[in-house]
């Protein structure tokens, strides 16, 4: 049905308690921050988002802008970010895809915006409809070339509010696109959001430069990690380069430049790791296994513990909220003093990559994978925690084909 | 165009049993499509409502070779399923004479899909490349597309308070399409098939790119009872909203001209999506809409003009 009723405005912050969608709370929470320029292109599971950014923005004097494709609906937030405004873009899979190039631009322009990529299960067109979260190692290095990259990941309607607010707060400080990756799921859960008033939500802006424009001197990279950002039309000079720069914005074609462009930008987020990560985690003191998790496999997680708590087995939970960076030193530590880590995923192994690699070879670590589509049984976690409980062997392969087995495969007829 | 007997004599390509919404014409006007070829065919898919609703595993509607690819490269597809027809011939390892079809609804044409489209029509490979023209992106729920005519309400134009709609125009794609200067071009509707099957005849003969661009009343995303679909089409061909013309190597040929035109807002005033200009005074955007289509008409009417002398 297409909406024609007559609706009054509303103010940009919804403080109260609401009953909304995921996708829609992201909506809110990129209003509350601030944003007040959107493109996007329809994409299920994520089209909530546009939908809700085309009637809201005009409401709080906002620009939504529908695309021809994924690709112009990046370029046009970047544009938007150089004239000023707050900028966002929603996604998934496909669009993901096509926005990787672009995100490389945001990278090396230091364009501060927000992609949400509402994941669903791929590869290609995939399940459109159905959950995924395979884009976790692309929201890392799907661009071309060496960069870091802020990606947050909610695990309910709530942290879809509260984590794109923070999206546009890193992004603001960091200059640099900040990924809101949610799922399927979570995107297209409705539940209990509580949006505080706007006194209570932190707000960052970009940095700006304080002299006039005829007195402003760019200053070195050695002077400060994160450049200011003025504005297109502010008088100030804006050279805003995609080839390799210097401090002006002027193209040199040198290794040395490369290598002072390149370091600069994966130190200023490398250097504030400390204040960027976040993370929640339960039961860890005493724990023989840790279940770490994200999005919506960290709330199926949740149940699994539940039982394998009842068995008498010491679980600790650790939940991702930034995927990246990825908290090593703190998973490190852990694996330290446990046998070993059950990583869920709605993928073939991606983060549980990097808690490999962060556990370095101190305990071992499970991954429970999921193609995608459904989300994990309970019980497919719960048998690898009891796996490293009790020192039996895992076959992750194995036991999802177990999975796959015990129901009927549909869309084959032998 | 063949005779009805004859079409009904010819294998049924896109088969019944698939999952489009009641009164959606877009299954009947592939298999339509398909019928009037003279050559097997090998139909290549764009993300879209077709392809959704006809192909979900195991039930396909398709009795031809079918790709579904992704949603924005139907036509670059088609065009490596040309050239290695061609390749394969040379070396002598494939020896059919076929047809090659490229499916795709109005976002995989007039928006995400045109860069591709515009591409294989500028090197000209030999396929048919037809647009279901629902004007909007129904497969993800009603959001508005380059095809999404003036003033009509969708998900992401709604009208309300602060807009009446889609405030832009639609793209004309058979402008861009023909000014590729390819061999045919030609804008249907499904309430008139007769016309719609002479034109798919003549777009699977020509030696080069043809496009066909489709009228699709959806009731869905217009607003309507699904019995009405073919009256909504009649309408929007008798309106001139919908002008039935094509583009023969440059030259325009209106294949339908209404004796009486009818006013285009005994068109809108069926739909739902135009909902919003008949609450309250909104003279003024139907006088808007109406000068609008004659104006195009007016238009077309020289350009036939123009190519005939």
Not at chain 1, 187 to 216: S, W
Request: hydrophobic residues 40%; aromatic residues 8%.
């Amino acid at each position: 049905m297409v909406a024609t009723t007559v609706r009054k405005r509303r103010p940009a912050i919804l403080t109260g308690e609401h009953f909304m969608l995921g996708d829609h709370a992201c909506a809110e929470g990129a209003l509350a921050a601030g944003c007040r320029f959107f493109a996007g292109y329809p994409i299920t599971p994520a089209t909530e988002v546009a939908e809700r950014m085309a009637e809201r923005l005009p409401e709080v004097g906002g620009l939504y802008i529908q695309m021809e494709d994924e690709i112009a609906s990046i370029a046009a937030i970047l544009g938007a970010s150089w004239a000023g405004a707050k900028s966002m873009t929603s996604t998934s899979g496909p669009g993901f895809s096509l926005m990787m190039e672009n995100l490389g631009l945001g990278i090396i322009t230091e364009t501060p915006t927000v992609i949400v990529n509402v994941q669903r299960a791929g590869p290609s067109t995939g399940l459109p409809t159905l959950v995924g979260q395979g884009d976790m190692m692309q929201a890392r290095w799907g661009s071309h070339g060496p960069y870091e990259i802020i990606a947050l990941v909610p695990w309910s309607a709530q942290e879809c509010f509260d984590l794109t607010v923070r999206a546009f707060n890193l992004a603001e400080e960091f200059r640099t696109p900040v990924l809101v990756m949610t799922d399927a799921e979570v995107g297209h859960l409705t539940e209990k959001v509580v949006i505080p008033p706007a006194d209570q939500i932190p707000i960052v802006n970009r940095k700006t430069p304080t002299e006039p424009p005829e007195r402003y001197r760019v200053k070195s990279w050695d002077e400060e990690l994160i450049p200011p950002m003025p504005k297109a039309g502010d008088g100030y000079r804006v050279f805003v380069e995609s080839l390799t720069h210097d401090e002006r914005g002027y193209p040199v074609m040198h290794w040395t430049a490369q290598e002072r462009l390149v370091r600069r930008l994966i130190k200023k987020i490398q250097a504030n790791r400390e204040r960027i990560l976040d993370w929640k985690e339960r039961d860890i003191e005493g724990a023989e296994v840790v279940v770490l998790s994200y999005g919506i496999s960290a709330r199926v997680a949740t149940r699994a513990i539940a039982q394998a708590q009842e068995k008498g087995i010491k679980v600790g939970s650790f939940r991702l909220i930034t995927a990246w960076p990825f908290p090593v030193e703190r998973v490190r530590e852990i694996a330290g003093k446990i046998k070993g880590f059950v990583v869920p995923e709605i993928n073939y192994g991606q983060m549980v990559l990097e808690v490999e690699r962060a556990a370095a070879g101190q305990c071992r670590v499970l991954l429970v994978p999921c193609a995608g589509g459904r989300m994990h049984e309970p019980e497919a976690i719960l048998e690898a925690i009891v796996a490293v409980a009790e020192g039996r062997p895992y076959d992750p392969f194995e036991a999802a084909s177990a999975w796959l087995s015990a129901k009927p495969v549909k869309g084959r007829e032998d | 165009m063949p005779s009805v007997k004859d079409l009904a004599e010819k294998t049924i390509a896109v088969t019944g049993g698939h999952r489009a919404c009641a009164g959606c014409p877009e299954p009947m006007i592939a298999r339509w499509i398909l019928m009037s070829s003279d050559r097997p065919v090998i139909a290549a898919l764009a993300t879209g409502c077709l392809e959704v609703c006809s192909t979900i595993f195991p039930y396909t509607a398709w009795n031809v070779p079918y790709i579904h690819v992704a949603f924005e490269n139907v036509a670059a597809v088609a065009s490596g399923i040309v050239t290695a027809c061609k390749a394969l011939k040379k070396r002598g390892e494939y020896d059919k004479e076929v047809n090659i079809v490229a499916f795709a609804g109005d976002g995989g044409t007039y928006d995400i899909g045109l860069q591709a489209l515009s591409g294989a029509l500028e090197r000209g490979h030999r396929f048919v490349f037809v647009c279901m023209d629902n004007q909007a992106y129904m497969n993800t729920g009603i959001q508005r597309s380059g095809a999404t005519p003036h003033y009509a309400a969708t998900t992401t134009s709604p009208a309300g308070a602060q807009a009446k709609g889609k405030p832009q125009k639609r793209k004309d794609i058979m402008g861009i399409v023909a000014a590729h200067g390819i061999p045919y071009a030609a804008q249907a509707a499904p309430s008139h098939w007769k016309d719609l099957l002479t034109k798919a005849e003549k777009a699977f003969k020509v030696d080069g790119p043809a496009f066909l661009n489709v009228l699709i009343p959806c009731n869905l995303g217009w607003g309507f009872e699904p019995e009405e679909t073919l009256e909504l089409s009649r309408l929007a061909v008798e309106t001139c909203f919908w002008p039935l013309y094509e583009v023969e190597n440059g030259k325009v040929k209106i294949n339908y001209k209404p004796r009486h035109k009818v006013p285009v807002v005994e068109f809108l005033k069926r739909q739902r999506r135009y909902r919003h200009l008949f609450e309250g005074d909104h003279k003024e955007l139907l006088e808007e809409i109406q000068s609008e289509v004659d104006q195009n008409w007016q238009q077309l009417l020289s350009r036939e003009a123009l190519s005939a002398a």
